[in-house]
């Protein structure tokens, strides 16, 4: 747990990191409207403040330092390794990026950049040909990639929580949900009725087992 190489400071990583990853995201879900520049602004701070801390200063050690120094006196928290809470505070003494947290939180990130991507492919081809983006990951859940964003960042509070991406993950699902319930009154608006049976048959957020059947009416729709 002990190294002469510095654990923070790093602020050239911090930059990198958050440049390759906001890049990564922007490259999935490629911004449009006002809207989706809001939802990816949001996500790019969230990226941004982990990054800082996980490079930079980390905050959430120095505050809680003398809590996690007295609980765990064994682990030296100032070291790099040691900002992956979850691996220490539950005894995990080797690499901890083998650790269960941490692999668990490449498995959620994977899975929501996945989402993020499926989500805009199957939307710009409906788009294209002016129909509703109801068939593929669409026959399962209505906002795939506000659940990607969602994943992503849960993925990210797995692998190195901190106070303050702690405080902003709630407040960003709240305003992905707003997003979305604001997509769904424009789409009510434009399609009616089409649109209302495809809220009745595919959950907003969490995906049932089974999709909506292909043949759904309102397939010969645009959104």
């Not at 409207?33 to 980390?58: I, K, N, Q």
């Not at 993020?116 to 002016?130: E, H, V």
């Amino acid at each position: 747990m002990h190294s002469d190489a510095p654990a923070y400071g790093l602020w050239g990583l911090v930059i990198l990191n958050s440049a390759i990853f906001i890049f990564f995201a922007y490259s999935f879900y490629k911004p449009a409207t006002s809207r989706d520049w809001r939802s990816f602004s949001a996500f790019s701070a969230f990226l941004v403040a982990l990054f800082a801390e996980m490079y930079g200063f980390p905050l959430t050690i120095y505050l809680l330092s003398g809590w996690l120094q007295s609980r765990f006196p064994g682990v030296d928290w100032f070291s790099h390794d040691a900002g992956h809470l979850l691996e220490m505070m539950f005894g995990w003494r080797v690499n901890p990026h083998f650790g269960p947290f941490h692999i668990l939180s490449f498995v959620l990130i994977g899975a929501g950049f996945w989402l993020i991507s499926s989500g805009w492919t199957k939307l710009y081809r409906a788009q294209r040909s002016r129909m509703l983006a109801i068939d593929g990951i669409y026959a399962r859940i209505r906002h795939p990639q506000y659940d990607g964003f969602i994943l992503v960042m849960l993925g990210f509070l797995f692998q190195w929580p901190t106070i303050l991406t702690l405080a902003m993950f709630p407040v960003l699902v709240f305003m992905y949900v707003r997003l979305a319930r604001s997509e769904e009154r424009e789409a009510l608006a434009t399609f009616g009725e089409d649109y209302r049976a495809y809220m009745e048959r595919v959950p907003g957020f969490i995906p049932r087992l089974r999709p909506a059947p292909p043949h759904d009416p309102a397939r010969r729709r645009s959104f």
